[in-house]
Every structure is written in C-alpha cells, then in structure tokens.
RNA sequence: GCGGGCGUGGCGAAACGGUAGACGCAGCGGACUCAAAAUCCGCCGUAGCAAUACGUGUCGGUUCGAGUCCGACCGCCCGCACCA
C-alpha cells in the first residue's frame, strides 16, 4: 500500500502552532522535577541565522527535549546579543537607526528560530539592548562600584583606529583589532576596568573543578591568566651616581636560583628610574622616548628589536654588597607586568643572552646540565633553561634549581638593610583588569557623572535607566554621545550642581557576562531574583563555539563571582558543563577571481572525477578548498533555503549525522539529500504499518520474531539514551539507522502477522518515534499521530529499556589461534570459562591446528573472546 | 619556540586492550517502469578465480591479543607567545 510522502511544508508549521497553543516549553520555575538548565550561546542579531546557528541550536534543542522527556524541569531560553559595533556600521552605511536595524533583525531570526521548531521558552526572550535589560546592568555597575569592584584609572589602551574605540586585551588577536582587522595602537586614555585579578588565583584553581568542560578550553584558560611564582628583589643602587630620589629598584623573577649569574638590570622605558636616568641624559631621553613610541601596533612590538640604552647608573647585587651590575632601559620589558623592571640572566634565558652578547656582557652559567663538565660547561647561543644542578653560585652550589629558589627567598627575607626585608615572595598573574570602557553609542551607559565639584559620582539609583537618546547623528567618526546637544547635562546626584554623563558604554562582553543568570526571572525588579537564579544556576549544559573559550567564559566567570559578591548569586560557576561545537564548512566554488555561492553551482561526477558547472552562466568553474561557511567566500548556505526545500527536520537530523559533534561538519548537498530520504523512509515504514497495528494485542507474546523486534527496540533506547547523554548525536543517528533498518522487514509483513507479533511491532514502533522525536521532533509528532497515539509525542516520556531485554541467551564468541581469528563458538550466555575452553578446544578447525599437541595456553574471556596460543 | 589535539576505505566516520571499517555518502549490479524519478534487493579496504595473505601515518616495544597502551619519528590542525 503506498502512504503520502510525508510533507514537511505543511506539517511543521502544524505542529509548532500545536506545541505553542499547548505552551509545552514555557517552563514554570516551581514546575516539578529536576531542574535542567540548558542554553546555547544567545546569538549576535547580524540579520539572518547561518548554519553555525543551526547546528548549535539543533543540538542544544536535543538535549533540552531529551531531559524534558525524562521528567526533569527544562529551562531553555533565547534571546539576543543585541547591543555592537555592526549596528553603528550600518546606521553609518544605510541611515538606520541602530535600534531599528537591530530589532528588525531580531525579528527576521527570531521567525528563522521559529522555523527550526526549537523547544524553546520564548515567553522569557530578551535583547541586552532592551531598556529593561540595561537598567538592570546598570544597577549591577554601581554595585560593582560600590563594592571597589569596578574603578577608573588612566591606562594605556589598545586603540581600534577603524572602530574608534578601546579593545580590552583579549579582543586584540595577532595585534589586530578582532573586529575591523585594523592594527591596533596604543594610547593613554582613562578608562573604567572591573577588577578581573582579583580573582585570578580563584579562577584559576576552580578551572581543576569544571570536568565537564573540554580540557582545552581549561588548557587555554589557564594560559591566559597565566600564574607564575617568584621573588620581589630589591636592588639598592650605587651611590656613586644615584638619581636624587631613587634609591633602589625592584624586580620580579621566578628564577631567584640563577642570581649568582646575574650580569645586568633592566627596566621598562615607563618606569620612573628610566625618567629619572634620562633627565640629565639627552641620548637616553630619546631611546626612552623612541622606545615608548616605538611601534604602537602590538604587531610591531612582538617582531621589534629587543634593544636596550646603559643608563650609566650601577645596581649592588643583593647577595654580595661588593658587586654591583649595569642598569640598562630596554624595550621588550614591560611596565605592566610584574614591576617593570628585571634582572638579567643571560645564560639561562633565551631573551637575555641575546641582550648580553649584543651589548658585550658577562654570560656565567650557574645552572650545570647532568652529565655536563663544571670545568668546562659554557652556554654558545642558545640558553639552558633545564634541570641541573647549581654549581658557580657559593651557598647554593649542589642544590637544585627548586632549592636554590626557597635558599634564596629565605636568605633575603631574613636580610635586613633597612629595616625592611630585601625580597619577598610573590605570585603574578598574566591576566589584567578587564578594561570595559569604549567609546560607542551602541551599548550599555555607564551610569556615572561627572561633577566639578564632587568628581565622579555614581548616578542616584532612582534615576537609573540612563537611557540611550534616540536623536544621534553619525555622520561624524567618534562617539556620538560626546557630541550630542543636551544628552550629557545632568544633576550632580550629590552636590545638585551641573554634573556631565560619562560618555563611555560598557563592553558588549558585559552584556553576555550575566544574561543565563537573567533568563531565571527575566522580569525581576533588581537584576535577578536571587533564590530562582540560585536554584536554576549553574547552568547544566551550555553550548556554543570554542571562539569563546577565553572572552565570553572568563568574563562570565568572573561576573557570577562579582555577582556573588554583591548579592545577586550565590555560586561561582556559571556553567557546569560546557560543549564546544566545531564548526560548518563547505566547499569554496570560484568563477575566475569570483567567489560562487554553492546555490549557482551544479557538481557532477564521472569516472570518480567531480567537475562544478555555474548554473547562471552555464561555464565550468574551479572547485575550491572546503573552509568555514563566510560571506567573504560566499560558500554559505541559507538555512531558510534548506527548510523550505527539505524542512527543519532534515536540516537538523543532517547536522547531527555524520561528524562528532565537536568536530568540523561539512555542509553537502548530499548528505543533506541523504537525510531527508531518512526522513521519507522513516515516515513510509512507520505509517505503512500504522494500520496493522491499530488492532494489536495488549501484550506483545514471546514467540522469535517478537521478542527480536523488541529487543531491537530496546537495544535502540538504551544505545541511544547513552548516546544523547554523551552528546554523542552521531552515535544516536548511527542507531536509529539501524533499528529503522531491522524494523523495515518485519513492519512490511504485518498484514499476516498474529496480533501479539503486532503488539511488540506497536511497542517497537512508538519506542522508535520518541527516540527520534528530540532530533525530528515535528516528522515524529506526525509519526505518533499516525500511531493513534494519544497526546503529543513531544510530551511523551521516554521510553526506558527493560533489562532483560538487553541481555543475550546465547553469545557467539570469536575463536582466534595466535590472536588470529579463526572461526565462531556459540555457548549459552552464563557458561563458565572451563565449559567454554572445552567446546572450544574441541572445534574442528582448533584440532587441526593443535594438531594433537596440547594448546601452550587458552585464553577466555567470557562474552568477549577465545584465544589458543599453540 | 611552548602547549594541546588529530592521522582508520573514494569520502564523513564507528570500534570497554578482544571479530577493524557499525552507520551514512558516493559508486557498482539487479528488480519494478515504455522510460525516468522514487522505492526495493544485493555488492562495496587491497591483492587473488579461490583458499588465503596483507591492511588503522612510520619504526620499535609491552601483551595470549594493539587502531586503542608505552617510546622515537613524520605529517596536519588549533591555541598561546617579549610575561621576567
């Protein structure tokens, strides 16, 4: 009998009317069972969704129908990273207010989403750009501030020329802007930060309690903040020619075992002992001066000259009054990082013998490599940085590296010139206070003012939201808030004098840095409703790219940590599990110099050969490497496309087919095609045997062909829960290929089948569509319909095997000679292993080759394997 | 340079140390059809008529047994990189 192709046109906007008439995914907080959190990373309102977006959210929508249908209590949001640059790029552009550019396109992807039938609870959507949302990050600011938590200070910052604004430090990749691509600069400008390294032991340590992260992302994490021990030495300087007010400098080192082969002090051209030095000396004032300026593109100072300029000036070596070393400026030391000022080690560090052989100083090893000759031990041009042994270095030859470390540290805590101790141990981080200021209009004020009399002054709270005027001109470069007629006056909240706005927004980091907290009660007066945040947080499972691994997740770390700190929370992990997805990519088509959208190209094949023909000119055109889905490569593919051609379903069991998921994807026509003919076979099996089973018995009997099929079944549901539960979907695609397959046979005879073979065919067949009904869920609503099942298939529980079910009568066992397979033994599930070496030894293929000798050894492995060994 | 990951058919990939290549894509053969599409059945690592042999980047090791564990090397991908 032949069934209707199934139609997926008009059944999914069917079926998600159904499921929103129903408001099966709006979540009550106090709804009963488990709380389940799981979120993917809110998109970016760019104006259409992309692929990326498909796969994300086709995998987050799993998971999410998975656990409902496990009876726990879903949360699983959506909603908008609404506030950025592109939206400034296109008023400038097109003439459009930013807030009408980012909402149309809000609601052009929110349509897009719809169409993806995503289980989500729409009723809690927001956009960081909301009044509503920013008034609540705004009232997180001033508790920030109120708490020492943000502040204000003047910094060198890195300069987007392009955008015309701040990028923290993460947000410069290869000396970039990662925006606009432009080289960034550095500039000194006075910038709020929020007090990121405060927290960096914590958010470090706490990265060894996150195993449900990938170990790269931890990896990268750790990195970037990037902890190292050391020392804090002061070094007295010579008083034969000291600067009037210095007295000494400070360094930082994590090799304190390596002193004694000290040959010179360094530091940065900003520190105050290079200012002082340079006053009566013009030459060094202008390598000062050129060395500050030198190169502000970080690009620049990564492949500069490491130079230096002898101050003239001489620092008394901690441990031997009588020696004393030059104190060099140098452009590769860094007045932000430790004190800005180093001692160098040229024999054990590859930077500083590079420094000392071009400026002619001492190279003295003091570490010796095992087996290496004390005597006779030199570092030629490349520095030893191993393990050894200490030996030049008086008190701490013979020692290790690790002992010369605290030997040292000791010695010079207890030292006491001046009444004070001569070093101290310290830890540094990497990491810096994450600068948040730019100069944008679209984004979140700071809700600050300015007042000539008080200074800065936080705005009262009654008079937050600081809304963002409507009436801006862009057609200035700049921040149009600076520039605005009336929007900066205001009223100094403490003296009541004229006071002026701050200018700056926040970081758009900011915005995405606390948004799953807010989804928890999107309506809450203050910026959460904290026992709800509390009872919903962490989230369970978040979803996103690993683009994000050290901006978006280090920020939100941070914040829950500073939202804790301020009441709002009460944990500091935002995120207990953490997927990353890989990526969708494609084929590259090329008409010359011309990239080829994948739309106007036709592949053929011959003889193994594939050739690519352009359908609007009917030329033949070079096929390209595969590479990520880009507009610059035009090698996308328009999800609205495939869902009008083949539905949300295929585009979505495609996507979790195939690639592990953490993997690369590659976007082919295909493959695509290959899973909607999943799709129409699924639907011919299932509703071609629909009308057999209306009449089946109540309990499926035991006889052969029934309890295969339910084994089949079964084995399915219990294969595909783990799989689902590792995120494994491509496993879970796998079985559900193979069950259809073991089902399609038997389902295609039930016309003649007794009523409890239908009976266990019926139980097979609804346990199939809910297995499939969180990757397909609109085809399986369909397939349950036509099952005359009651309800919907996605209210449905999920199924659950029966042990008993899963196990095995009779195991065949492969049977190998030498670890060579040989032939098959077939025993009963619970022999013991002398039964099965004796049926086993007594097999005509195991004879021939014992050739009647005894085996050397027989190996058994019940429900695996047999190995004799002759 | 440092850190991490990965190398398996024509392709995407499976495989608690236990039958390598499940499943899908592509391909080949057949059925149905006037024909095509769709669908169904079968084949599909290499060599060989076959029995069989050889096969998971290379070389070595551990083991009754290695894609999996260990060592060395080769190649690719990703992240970080004046951090004292």
Redesign the pocket.
């Given at each position: 009998m032949a069934t209707e192709r199934y139609n997926p046109k008009a059944a999914e906007p069917r079926w998600q009317a159904v499921w929103d008439e129903n408001k099966l995914f709006e979540t009550r907080n106090d709804a009963p069972g488990e709380k389940y959190y799981v979120l993917e990373m809110f998109p970016y309102p760019s104006g259409r969704i992309h692929m990326g977006h498909v796969r994300n959210y086709a995998m987050g929508d799993v998971v999410a129908r998975f656990k409902r249908a496990r009876g726990h209590n879903v949360l699983h949001p959506m909603g908008w990273d609404a506030f950025g640059m592109p939206a400034e790029n296109a008023a400038m552009q097109n003439k459009v207010h930013p807030r009408e550019w980012t909402y149309a396109n809000i609601a052009t992807m929110r349509a897009q989403l719809k169409s993806m039938g995503l289980s989500l609870d729409w009723s809690r959507e927001f956009a960081t750009c909301d009044v509503d949302y920013y008034h609540r990050q705004q009232m997180l600011f001033l508790d920030l501030l109120e708490k020492g938590l943000a502040y204000r200070r003047k910094s060198k910052v890195n300069w987007d020329p392009v955008d015309n604004t701040v990028l923290a430090n993460e947000q410069v990749?290869d000396g970039r802007g990662w925006r606009s691509g432009a080289p960034v600069e550095q500039r000194e400008l006075t910038q709020w930060f929020f007090t990121i390294t405060e927290f960096a032991e914590d958010l470090l340590s706490a990265l060894d309690h996150l195993p449900e992260w990938p170990?790269?992302v931890r990896?990268?994490q750790r990195?970037?903040i990037?902890r190292?021990e050391?020392l804090l030495v002061r070094w007295r300087l010579d008083a034969a020619n000291k600067p009037a007010d210095i007295d000494e400098v400070e360094v930082?080192?994590?090799?304190p075992d390596t002193l004694f082969g000290a040959s010179f002090v360094a530091v940065?051209p900003d520190h105050p002992l290079s200012k002082a030095a340079a006053a009566g000396n013009p030459k060094l004032a202008a390598f000062v001066e050129e060395a500050r300026r030198g190169g502000t593109s970080a690009a620049e100072?990564?492949t500069?000259e490491?130079k230096g300029f002898d101050t003239g000036l001489r620092a008394v070596h901690p441990l031997d009054p009588n020696w004393t070393v030059p104190v060099y400026v140098a452009?590769?030391?860094?007045?932000d990082?430790?004190?800005?000022a180093?001692?160098g080690c040229p024999a054990h560090?590859q930077?500083d013998l590079d420094f000392a052989r071009k400026y002619a100083l001492p190279v003295v090893p003091v570490v010796l490599p095992e087996g290496a000759d004390a005597a006779t031990f030199d570092v030629g041009t490349e520095a030893f940085t191993g393990e050894g042994t200490l030996f030049h270095s008086r008190f701490l030859d013979g020692l290790t590296p690790d002992e010369g470390f605290d030997a040292v540290a000791k010695r010079l805590e207890d030292t006491d010139l001046s009444g004070r101790p001569q070093a101290k141990r310290q830890v540094?981080f990497?990491l810096r206070d994450w600068g948040v200021s730019r100069q944008r209009y679209w984004g979140c004020p700071i809700p600050v003012l300015h007042c000539e009399a008080c200074g800065v002054v936080p705005e009262a709270r009654e008079n937050l939201p600081v809304r963002l005027p409507d009436d801006i001109d862009f057609e200035k470069p700049g921040n149009p808030l600076d520039r605005h007629p009336t929007w900066r006056q205001a009223t100094c909240p403490q003296c009541g004098g004229p006071a002026l706005r701050e200018t700056d927004t926040m970081d758009t980091f900011v915005d995405s840095s606390w948004y799953f907290a807010r989804f928890t009660s999107p309506h809450a007066a203050g910026p959460t409703d904290p026992q709800i945040a509390n009872a919903w947080l962490p989230v369970n499972q978040y979803i996103g790219g690993?683009e994000h691994a050290?901006l978006h997740l280090l920020y939100s770390r941070f914040f829950t940590r500073a939202m804790r700190a301020t009441g709002h929370l009460d944990l500091d992990e935002p995120f207990k599990g953490l997927f990353t997805q890989g990526m969708v990519v494609h084929e590259t088509y090329r008409d010359g110099s011309e990239w080829v959208v994948p739309a106007d190209v036709s592949i053929t094949?011959a003889d193994g050969a594939r050739t690519a023909t352009r359908l609007s000119t009917g030329g033949q055109i070079a096929i390209g490497s595969i590479e990520k889905m880009s507009k610059s490569k035009k090698n996308v593919v328009d999800p609205d496309d495939i869902i009008a051609s083949y539905g949300a379903d295929t585009a979505r069991w495609f996507m979790l087919?195939?690639?592990?998921p953490d993997?690369?994807?590659?976007w082919?026509e295909?493959?695509v095609?290959?899973a909607h003919?999943?799709v129409?076979?699924l639907w011919?099996v299932v509703s071609e045997a629909a009308p057999h089973l209306a009449g089946a018995a109540e309990a499926p009997s035991d006889d052969p062909a029934a309890t295969a099929l339910r084994k089949a079944a079964h084995r399915a549901a219990a294969g595909v829960t783990d799989d689902i539960e590792r995120l494994?979907f491509?496993?879970a695609?796998?079985r559900l290929?193979?069950l259809v397959?073991a089902l399609?046979?038997p389902f295609a005879s039930l016309d003649t089948a007794a009523p409890e073979a239908r009976a266990a065919a019926r139980e097979a067949a609804t346990i199939l569509v809910r297995l499939v009904a969180p990757m397909m869920p609109h085809l399986a609503e369909e397939c349950w319909q036509a099952l005359g099942e009651t309800g919907l298939c996605a209210a449905a529980p999920w199924p659950v095997a029966e042990p008993a079910l899963l196990r095995d009568d009779e195991v065949?066992l492969?049977v190998?000679i030498?670890?060579?397979?040989r032939g098959?033994l077939t025993v009963p599930a619970g022999a013991d292993k002398a039964a099965i070496e004796a049926e086993a030894l007594a097999l005509d293929f195991v004879q021939a080759a014992l050739g009647g000798q005894a085996p050397k050894?027989v190996?058994v492995?019940p429900g695996?394997?047999i190995?004799v060994?002759v």
């Open positions: 990749i170990e790269k990896l990268m990195n970037w990037g190292s050391g930082f080192t994590t090799r940065a100072i990564e500069a490491k452009n590769f030391v860094l007045m990082y430790g004190t800005g180093i001692f560090d930077r540094n990497r690993i050290i094949e087919s195939d690639s592990p993997r690369d994807v590659i082919t295909a493959g095609e290959g003919r999943f129409q076979r011919r494994a491509n496993k695609v796998a290929y193979e397959n399609a046979g065949t492969p190998q030498n670890g060579k397979k098959d050894r190996v492995v695996r394997i190995n060994v």
